[in-house]
Nanobody, 127 residues
Framework: QVQLVESGGGLVQAGGSLRLSCAAA????????MVWVRQAPGKERELVTA????????DYSDSVTGRFTVSRDNTQNTVSLQMNRLKPEDTAVYCC????????????????????WGQGTQVTVSS
């Protein structure tokens, strides 16, 4: 299995930027896709972005397209989420999650596919 730890959350003003990181440990030599998911109080969990092992397949939710950028470094076992032009509605707990996959270019968009989850990091955007 793989263990995930997020970092980089915090408080930022609207229009600002934050960079989240997700560090993986354990069975990282295998192929795994990653997602960032967020959940705000009283709202449903939302998949923010998914990235394949190769990094060639990347999907973003409509709400963050053009503002957020996901990347990964498999040599360091990290996945990062650069968040720019943040809005108050981006306020949520952000979690990363991993799923072992058969192919290097697969990145599922269903959170139910992802078995391993981090604890999450709080992002608060003030207006």
């Amino acid at each position: 299995q793989v263990q995930l730890v997020e970092s980089g959350g915090g408080l930022v003003q609207a229009g600002g930027s934050l960079r989240l990181s997700c560090a993986a440990a354990g069975r990282t030599a295998e192929i795994y896709a990653m997602v960032w998911v967020r959940q705000a109080p009283g709202k449903e969990r939302e998949l923010v972005t998914a990235i394949s092992w190769s990094g060639r397949t990347i999907d973003y939710s409509d709400s963050v397209t053009g503002r957020f950028t996901v990347s990964r470094d498999n040599t360091q076992n990290t996945v990062s989420l650069q968040m720019n032009r943040l809005k108050p509605e981006d306020t949520a707990v952000y979690c990363c999650a991993a799923a072992y996959t058969v192919t290097v270019n697969y990145a599922g968009r269903r959170t139910s596919e992802y078995k391993y989850w981090g604890q999450g990091t709080q992002v608060t955007v003030s207006s």
